[in-house]
Nanobody, 115 residues
Framework: QVQLVESGGGLVQAGGSLRLSCAAS????????IRWFRRPPGKDHEFVAG????????SYADSVKGRFTISRDNAENTASLQMNSLKPEDTAVYYC????????WGRGTQVTVSS
């Protein structure tokens, strides 16, 4: 089992920045990839960014490329999502996801970007 807890969401004006964190616990050695998803109001989940837990090349949704940066710290068992130049359309609940033998999800953290 892997437990994930997100933090760092909040309300920010357009053009601002936020940094989300994901604290992982349990069988973190079973994690293959750590990812961030989001669910905008009234829409389905969408992929935001992902990176191999052991390090490697990150991938991003086209809508966030150049603005968001995913990172992870194996020693601290954390992952982060640095979000810059935020737009109102980035408003969503953001979820941390750990993909390994099973698929694990956190409960999410709300990000609201005002225009």
């Amino acid at each position: 089992q892997v437990q994930l807890v997100e933090s760092g969401g909040g309300l920010v004006q357009a053009g601002g920045s936020l940094r989300l964190s994901c604290a992982a616990s349990g069988r973190t050695d079973s994690i293959g990839t750590i990812r961030w998803f989001r669910r905008p109001p009234g829409k389905d989940h969408e992929f935001v960014a992902g990176v191999p837990w052991g390090g490697g090349r990150a991938s991003y949704a086209d809508s966030v490329k150049g603005r968001f940066t995913i990172s992870r710290d194996n020693a601290e068992n954390t992952a982060s999502l640095q979000m810059n130049s935020l737009k109102p359309e980035d408003t969503a609940v953001y979820y941390c996801n750990a993909l390994g033998m099973y698929d694990y999800w956190g409960r999410g953290t709300q990000v609201t970007v005002s225009s």
